[in-house]
């Protein structure tokens, strides 16, 4: 989950939209503005993205969730 400069949630998609490993990107409202979907086999390339994810200018704040597949 991600948190923006307030004004701008659309140069903020628009960056984040590039950056690899990024399965979906979904604008919320409440106190996140963006959901991310991150699909990844370890926990180093998890830890990769969301610190591209962190360095992109527009970010103010980051909340990572781990799921698991229940089978």
Same mark, same amino acid.
């Given at each position: 989950? =991600?948190? !923006?400069?307030?004004?701008? *949630?659309? +140069? &903020? $998609? ?5 950056? *690899?490993? @990024?399965? #979906?990107? $979904?604008?919320?409202?409440? %106190? $996140?503005?963006? !959901? @991310? /979907? /991150?699909?990844? #086999? ?6 990769? /993205?969301? #610190?591209? /994810?962190? *360095?992109? #200018?527009? +970010?103010? &704040?980051?909340?990572?969730? =781990?799921? &698991? %597949?229940?089978?």
């Amino acid at each position: 989950m =991600v948190n !923006v400069l307030p004004g701008n *949630e659309r +140069v &903020a $998609y628009n960056e984040l939209n590039r950056i *690899e490993g @990024i399965k #979906d990107i $979904y604008h919320v409202f409440g %106190e $996140y503005d963006f !959901v @991310i /979907i /991150i699909e990844v #086999d370890d926990l180093g390339n998890l830890n990769s /993205i969301v #610190d591209l /994810i962190r *360095e992109t #200018d527009n +970010v103010t &704040a980051t909340q990572t969730i =781990v799921g &698991a %597949e229940l089978k």
